[in-house]
């Protein structure tokens, strides 16, 4: 290689500022994003003083890879069932703080006349606030255990979706320079549309196909196909009008949901951060110095409306979720930055070819001068509600006392309510797949039938083969949840329920109907009233069907059984609480976790010894034994060391039962000491009683719990001794026993006592 190629040389200077400057801010311990920046910087054609970047395109290239490892690393982080646990709280206060802080951004472009994409993406890069940074911030500063940081924990992660969903749409507007509802609303569909469908369909087939292949899968093979899945959706993402970034983050949240998941992300982690830091480099080298000093005004504006934005709407949106004044004022301090999805959008905008060349360099500032300042801004919370409480008129306190503390929870145990979520989900999600499964078959399926067979055959064929296909999902929107508790005691309860009751199960029926009739009419030419018969009687042989009600039981208990795989396993080893732990604090009941320590008195002891339950009112769900779970314990059961316990009762009955638990295992020293061991020896001389007997003859170990080691003849010779040879005047005998046992055989009156 006589002369090495400029992607090298350009890699080589990339990564040797990237490593000089995150040994420098580890030093400092500032956020490494920002030392990549700083080497971007240093490496760009902007800097006249060290060595410059030679080719900008593939560097740009390299950029993009690592936008899709970061999105990736993202998803894998992220779990869908997430969203369902953070609570209403965090979704107010995500959507709230994102809604205005777009408007905010508008706004502040609008003001200083710029275009009005700029605007919008403005709007969308100051809108989210930094996870990498809030989380060291929060360890820093030692605030990971306050009530607080896990509503802004839980906002985040809405944030992070919103945040995908927000780029999606950007992009769209870009493309299309339509800003009309209509094209907002149609975007907003496909998107739902494709989302839906992908996380079903993934859910049901890799989570499967990993399982299978599991044995063949070491390290190396796993990485390869994860990568593999992770660039296929990022191309199937891309051919159906997303970004690649989305299919990405589709890919890595759908892989979250496997037992690989966290062998995954420990893989993916070296290769993501290696592009990750790429990418952050690539956004260094976009800032100019000479445009920073030009934009410096804009710059100061948008960071002040970061923070009192953030700030403010991020409070509010708290306060309007129901919390209290503090805990929105700490919510809303902490989110006062922007960071990795500012540059992404950022990034969109440059290769869309739709911002200014300006904003980007002043996205950079904003975002190293807000994440400096984060660590103050959390700080500054407690002294900044001290300051409003205080000043606050007494009709303001009042109200916002009355409303937060009016707020309870929502209502769970409402029959209608549920009965009807559960249907639409069902008839929502059902509908989308079937809608793929018709498209996929008009497009490719028919076609090849049609080349293949005469004209009405392959109609007819066509027609059975996707009926066939879509049957299971058209059964179960027509008939799921028809025989639930909720629809039960719904239907026995009053008369009245029933007619809306039966509305429910007509709609589905008319949903089914309606998919066989659009089939029928695409590929056969027929009067209106026989293709409405035939549908009908194909609906009517699909309720009927006891196989298409197996198969349709099948594939939703295997879709849940794949969506469930990680949480089973982290119950079954112990790393998570079980589901049902939740239920039992409504009871004054709750699960804990106890180790039986290694010195217990109740290791080696069954269940039925103990007696727990009489003696404490406790009961034990399961033993964790290494690797085994021992679920419903019987009363043979043994505790032993070391395991893991997972016991019900209240607070009061466990505390006496982890008390009385620790104090069984707490050291004796007394005993300690009286189990010391010694060596010691005597002789054998005319007088000793064990003259002329054989070791097991004496009883040295049976009477006086000692064991010979050695015996020394006159000759000076150290003997291994036999049980069987008899002692000879003279001999030397070594014993070791405990302290107590020794001085005992060594102290006989028959005996002279040598001390060794």
């Known amino acids: 290689m006589s002369q090495l190629p400029t992607l090298i040389a350009d890699l080589a200077l990339i990564l040797i500022c990237a490593g000089i400057m995150t040994l420098l801010f580890k030093k400092l311990k500032q956020p490494l994003v920002l030392g990549y920046v700083v080497a971007g910087f240093l490496a760009s054609p902007h800097m006249p003083y060290t060595p410059s970047v030679m080719d900008t395109a593939n560097i740009k290239t390299w950029a993009d890879i690592g936008v899709i490892f970061l999105l990736f690393a993202l998803g894998l982080e992220f779990s869908f069932k997430k969203i369902v646990k953070v609570g209403g709280s965090a979704v107010i206060a995500a959507c709230t703080i994102i809604f205005c802080m777009i408007l905010l951004g508008i706004g502040v472009g609008m003001g200083f006349g710029w275009h009005r994409m700029d605007c919008l993406f403005l709007g969308g890069m100051i ?11 929060f360890d820093d500063l030692g605030f990971r255990k306050k009530q607080f940081t896990g509503l802004v924990l839980s906002i985040l992660i809405l944030e992070d979706i919103l945040a995908i969903v927000l780029m999606v749409m ?6 299309s320079h339509n800003f009309e509802g209509t094209e ?11 989302l839906i469908l992908w996380f079903v369909v993934g859910i049901y087939l890799i989570p499967e196909f990993l399982k299978r292949c599991r044995k063949l899968m070491g390290e190396e093979t796993l990485l390869i196909v994860s990568l593999a899945l992770c660039f296929g959706m990022v191309v199937m993402a891309a051919h159906t009008g997303f970004s690649a970034a989305f299919g990405a983050f589709i890919m890595g949240s759908i892989l979250a949901e496997t037992i690989e998941a966290e062998s995954i992300d420990r893989l993916v982690k070296p290769v993501k951060d290696l592009f990750g830091a790429i990418f952050f480099v690539s956004v260094g080298m976009m800032v100019n110095p000479a445009m920073i000093v030009e934009y410096a005004v804009p710059i100061i504006v948008i960071t002040i409306a970061v923070i009192l934005g953030q700030a403010t709407f991020g409070t509010f949106g708290v306060i309007l979720s129901g919390k209290s004044l503090k805990t929105a004022m700490q919510c809303g301090f902490s989110l006062t930055q922007i960071g990795e999805f500012a540059f992404i959008i950022a990034s969109l905008g440059v290769s869309l070819h739709v911002t200014s060349e300006f904003l980007y360099p002043i996205v950079v500032a904003v975002s190293v001068i807000t994440t400096f300042l984060t660590p103050y801004m959390i700080r500054f919370a407690e002294p900044a509600f001290t300051f409003v409480d205080a000043h606050l008129p007494a009709s303001w306190r009042k109200m ?11 209502n769970h145990d409402n029959l209608w309510k549920k009965l009807l979520l559960a249907i639409i989900r069902i008839t929502v999600v059902y509908s989308i797949v079937s809608i793929s499964v018709i498209a996929l078959s008009f497009r490719f399926v028919i076609p090849f039938f049609k080349e293949n067979l005469p004209p009405f055959w392959a109609s007819l064929l066509g027609a059975v083969f996707i009926i066939l296909f879509i049957s299971p999902f058209l059964r179960a929107i027509m008939v799921k949840k028809n025989h ?16 809306p009751l039966v509305a429910t199960i007509v709609i589905r029926v008319m949903i089914a109907v309606l998919f066989v009739i659009f089939i029928i009419s695409g590929l056969f030419k027929a009067s209106i009233g026989l293709i409405i018969g035939v549908a009908v009687l194909v609906v009517l042989l699909m309720v009927w069907s006891r196989r298409l009600k197996k198969q349709s039981i099948l594939i939703e208990r295997r879709f849940f059984q794949n969506l469930r795989s990680r949480d089973v396993r982290a119950e079954y080893l112990g790393e998570k609480k079980p589901e049902y732990a939740g239920r039992l604090l409504s009871h004054d009941l709750h699960l804990a976790d106890l180790e039986i320590p290694g ?11 103990l007696n727990l339950g009489k003696r404490y009112g406790v009961h034990v769900a399961s033993i964790l034994r290494g690797r085994r779970r021992i679920n419903i314990p ?3 059961e043994r505790l032993f060391p070391l395991d893991k316990i997972q016991v019900i ?33 005597f002789i054998v001389d005319t007088d000793s009683i064990f003259l002329g007997k054989t070791i097991r003859e004496s009883g040295i170990r049976d009477k006086y719990r000692c064991m010979i080691v050695g015996v020394e003849r006159e000759d000076g010779t150290l003997v291994t001794p036999d049980v069987n040879v008899p002692f000879e005047e003279g001999d030397v005998v070594w014993v070791v026993g405990e302290k107590e046992d020794v001085y005992q055989l060594v102290n006989q009156k028959d005996e002279k006592l040598q001390v060794g």
């Open 599 to 609: 010195e217990s008195s109740w290791a080696g002891k069954t269940l039925m010894e």
């Open 184 to 194: 907002m609303l149609e975007s907003i569909g496909k998107l739902l549309f494709f």
């Open 484 to 499: 639930s508790v909720e629809f039960m005691t719904l239907w026995h309860d009053s008369r009245a329920n029933r007619a």
């Open 170 to 175: 950007l992009s769209t507007m870009a493309v």
């Open 649 to 681: 009762g209240t607070d009061e009955q466990l505390n006496k039962f982890s008390e009385d638990m620790q104090n069984g295992a707490k050291i004796d020293w007394q005993v300690y000491e009286q189990s010391e061991m010694s060596l010691k020896q």
């Open 634 to 636: 019987g009363g043979a």
């Open 400 to 410: 916002l006392l009355r409303y937060t503390g009016s707020q309870t929870a929502m």
């Open 127 to 137: 809108a989210m606030s930094s996870t990498t940074i809030i989380y060291k911030a």
